[in-house]
């Protein structure tokens, strides 16, 4: 297992392991937000989602920026960052969409947004949001 680590390790970029990181850190902001909006404060689980997603795309700004792509904030960046989050959204509702209507398991959905919108996501970043 060690050896399968060390070799996936080599094969992905020091950027993209960053930036699984800090998705998966967002994913558990945004579950966390949503959970304490609604039990704690009874809003609507749409607006706790939304607010939610807020919160979490700007904390993954803010950490991708700086940490996994060693970059300055800037209007520029801050505005083509935000773009490419909607479009991910996008994105992911189109995904979700599609399962539905095409009969598939909504677990099968959710598993497909989350396979194809992180690799759209990063490399829009990589070579759209941060050059």
Same mark, same amino acid.
């Given at each position: *297992? =060690?050896?399968?680590?060390?070799?996936?390790?080599? %094969?992905? #970029?020091?950027?993209?392991? @960053?930036?699984?990181?800090?998705?998966?850190?967002? /994913?558990?902001?945004?579950?966390?937000? /949503?959970?304490?909006?609604?039990?704690? +404060?009874?809003?609507?689980?749409?607006?706790?989602?939304?607010?939610?997603?807020?919160?979490? &795309?700007?904390? #993954?700004?803010?950490?991708? $920026?700086?940490?996994?792509? =060693? #970059?300055? *904030?800037?209007?520029?960046?801050? %505005?083509?960052? +935000?773009? %490419?989050?909607?479009?991910?959204? &996008? /994105?992911?509702?189109?995904?979700?969409?599609?399962?539905?209507?095409?009969?598939?398991?909504?677990?099968?959905?959710?598993?497909? %947004? /989350? *396979?194809? &919108?992180?690799?759209?996501?990063?490399?829009?970043? @990589?070579? +759209? $949001?941060? =050059?």
């Amino acid at each position: *297992m =060690q050896r399968f680590i060390a070799q996936l390790f080599e %094969v992905l #970029s020091p950027s993209l392991i @960053k930036f699984i990181l800090i998705g998966g850190l967002a /994913v558990l902001m945004h579950f966390l937000i /949503v959970i304490a909006l609604f039990e704690n +404060w009874v809003i609507s689980s749409a607006l706790a989602n939304a607010i939610a997603f807020v919160l979490a &795309t700007v904390f #993954s700004n803010i950490a991708n $920026t700086y940490w996994s792509f =060693q #970059s300055a *904030m800037s209007r520029r960046v801050f %505005v083509r960052f +935000w773009l %490419v989050a909607l479009l991910g959204l &996008t /994105v992911a509702v189109a995904i979700s969409s599609a399962a539905d209507w095409f009969g598939l398991h909504y677990l099968i959905g959710t598993a497909l %947004v /989350v *396979m194809i &919108t992180p690799i759209i996501s990063y490399n829009l970043h @990589k070579h +759209w $949001t941060y =050059q």
